[in-house]
């Protein structure tokens, strides 16, 4: 089967690596920010504040719940190190790519080197499928909408799961997740202003909903 100029069974490095590239990051010289964030899961709200350094590194303040403080803290991370621009070489100069199956998400991509075992999916030049093993875990994304950009795609939905590595048995609930992005000034670069987590239930875990949102924002001088 062919679809995109790739045979399956064929070597796609190319093909990988233009959807990788065509991911939004944010420039070298992105100067951190700071605001206002509120939590609310439905039955609490809870407000403070934060700041994310150039380096990366974040601080919640005036939200003395520990469990979501962490939760704040981490969906700010987690979003900032996913802008941070790194060449393709650098991120998988030690891996092959090589197309397996087609559906309807895309196209599979076998990794083999390094990080052999991870697969990914690509279609219309996004990653919609990610496979990977990350410190002893297996994750598995799949994303549904994007936000193009004239720099880039953003992920808008998407889920996640996690998984065990050898039996491949659940170790979570899945997690859907909505984005939403506003520029941190004008033609300024698109950082998190609201995300919604749906959990779904897992083992003696009820569903449950949280919901991120980042206000008054405005970079560090």
Excluded at 12 to 34: L, M, S
Excluded at 101 to 114: A, F, L, M, P, T
Aim: hydrophobic share 30%.
């Amino acid at each position: 089967m062919q679809i995109n100029n790739i045979v399956s069974g064929s070597e796609c490095r190319v093909q990988f690596r233009a959807a990788y590239e065509n991911r939004y990051t944010w420039d070298g010289d992105f100067p951190g920010y700071k605001g206002n964030c509120a939590w609310d899961n439905g039955s609490r709200v809870l407000e403070g504040s934060f700041e994310l350094g150039r380096d990366l590194k974040v601080s919640v303040m005036g939200i003395n719940d520990e469990v979501v403080n962490k939760a704040i803290t981490s969906q700010l991370w987690e979003v900032s190190v996913h802008r941070v621009r790194r060449s393709f070489e650098e991120t998988h100069k030690l891996n092959t790519f090589t197309a397996g199956d087609i559906n309807s998400i895309g196209i599979e991509i076998i990794v083999g080197g390094k990080n052999k075992g991870d697969l990914y999916r690509i279609k219309d030049n996004t990653i919609t499928m990610v496979y990977r093993h990350i410190h002893g875990t297996l994750v598995t994304i799949y994303t549904k909408n994007v936000i193009n950009t004239v720099n880039g795609y953003l992920s808008k939905s998407y889920s996640s799961q996690y998984s065990n590595p050898t039996t491949g048995e659940k170790s979570s609930g899945k997690n859907h997740y909505v984005d939403s992005f506003v520029p941190l000034y004008e033609d300024g670069p698109l950082v998190l202003s609201q995300r919604v987590i749906k959990t779904e239930s897992f083992q003696q875990n009820p569903p449950s909903q949280q919901k991120f949102t980042f206000f008054d924002l405005n970079k560090l001088k």
